[in-house]
């Protein structure tokens, strides 16, 4: 195996780092295709630029966070933070003792890896039900997550949402939806309620995913609760900072669901084209998908690599090759190795469906063509 473990990861992120830095300086930022769906965005004005001080910019822009933010997740009382993952430890610090558990109910795994490793940091237990597993909570269970959509983009059914609420607030457990990408997908796809409607105490959301907004964490929810979380978030630094929380106020007055319902449209074109040859291919709300066992399926070689190992490594080729950013190449250690082509993403306007077929089956040949080479892919990775 190439990728073992987080360390690696965060080699591979450098790498591809690097890659795009190389590309964004030779040949401008139009020559990169970000069709992860979180490329973001810092839509400040110039009278913002001037107000990111330490106190001024809190003072002012938390008011207008809290309009907006409670517009867009609902709930009482808002909360910024640095990144979902922020959000997510400083509500198992807030709210899970060491020796209670955590209990996470997602549509399907992978789960993202910030509840468990927030779980282990403190000590607590954490225990991952998919849906068809059955939902129970014990006695020292002080919190349940539910998570709205995957990383891979698939969505809780708001009848399980409503079921897994229920038994929470049947037996007094606080719940916090991880609604990263979500809180829009379900809104906007779906039409289900936004988490807090549905009886959320807490819910979190990415501002940079599936909206143009920087990479931060919003959370809102009862007014108590996010009191505790925002306590433990000032204790160890995972607030927002003013230029942060500045940005997430004028991405919120600029979201418009139109693109997503947009690239919902789209996708079954593109599904169609990629499909011809390239089976065990999936649809998401906004795109298509290749997990990294159906990539395996599609390496025509012999080799000893993990579906991980050539996921990434297909990442990479789509990166340095075709110019195309997908998340197993600059995704952060333990984020999913799907190779998801996110039509909701800024940069998909500037791509035919063609040119994503083409580019797509071009790296899968390189990617065969490489695999029994393991010094090449290594260098792919890691430079
Ligand atoms: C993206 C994501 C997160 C974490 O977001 P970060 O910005 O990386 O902290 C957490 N949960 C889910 C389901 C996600 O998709």
């Not at 933070?81 to 709210?95: H, K």
């Not at 007014?223 to 630094?237: E, N, R, W």
Request: hydrophobic fraction near 40%; include cysteine.
């Amino acid at each position: 195996m190439l990728v073992n473990s987080s360390l690696d990861e965060i080699k591979r992120r450098e790498t591809a780092l690097h890659y795009i830095a190389d590309l964004v300086r030779e040949n401008g930022r139009e020559k990169l295709y970000d069709l992860t769906g979180l490329a973001g965005g810092f839509p400040l004005n110039q009278d913002d630029i001037d107000l990111l001080e330490t106190y001024a910019g809190p003072a002012l822009f938390q008011e207008d966070l809290d309009f907006w933010g409670r517009k867009h997740l609902g709930g009482e009382k808002v909360l910024a933070l640095n990144r979902t993952s922020s959000g997510i430890l400083a509500t198992i610090l807030a709210l899970v003792k060491p020796g209670q558990e955590v209990v996470h109910y997602l549509p399907e795994r992978p789960s993202h890896p910030s509840i468990p490793r927030s779980c282990q940091l403190i000590g607590a237990s954490y225990r991952e039900l998919a849906v068809g597993e059955e939902l129970e909570l014990r006695e020292g269970t002080s919190l349940l997550v539910i998570t709205g959509s995957t990383m891979d983009h698939q969505v809780l059914s708001q009848e399980d949402f409503k079921k897994a609420m229920g038994i929470a607030h049947q037996q007094e457990v606080p719940v916090l939806v991880d609604d990263a990408s979500g809180a829009r997908l379900r809104t906007v796809i779906y039409g289900q309620p936004r988490a807090t409607d549905m009886g959320a105490d807490l819910v979190i959301t990415s501002t940079d995913k599936l909206m143009e907004g920087p990479r931060g964490g919003l959370m809102s929810g009862k007014t108590t609760l996010i009191d505790f979380v925002k306590d433990k978030a000032h204790q160890f630094g995972l607030e927002a900072q003013p230029p942060i929380m500045a940005a997430m106020v004028r991405a919120l007055e600029n979201y418009k669901p139109h693109h997503i319902k947009m690239a919902w449209e789209r996708k079954d074109h593109l599904y169609t084209q990629l499909s011809r040859d390239c089976s065990g291919l999936e649809k998401t709300p906004t795109g298509v998908m290749l997990t990294p066992d159906a990539v395996m399926e599609l390496v025509k070689a012999k080799t000893t690599l993990s579906p991980q190992d050539v996921s990434m490594l297909l990442a990479m080729l789509l990166l340095r090759e075709e110019n195309i950013l997908t998340i197993p190449a600059v995704g952060m250690p333990g984020a999913s190795a799907t190779i998801r082509l996110d039509l909701a993403s800024h940069d998909a306007k500037r791509l035919t469906d063609g040119d994503i077929t083409r580019s797509l089956h071009r790296a899968l040949e390189t990617l065969s063509g490489m695999v029994d080479d393991l010094d090449s892919c290594r260098r792919l990775l890691y430079q």
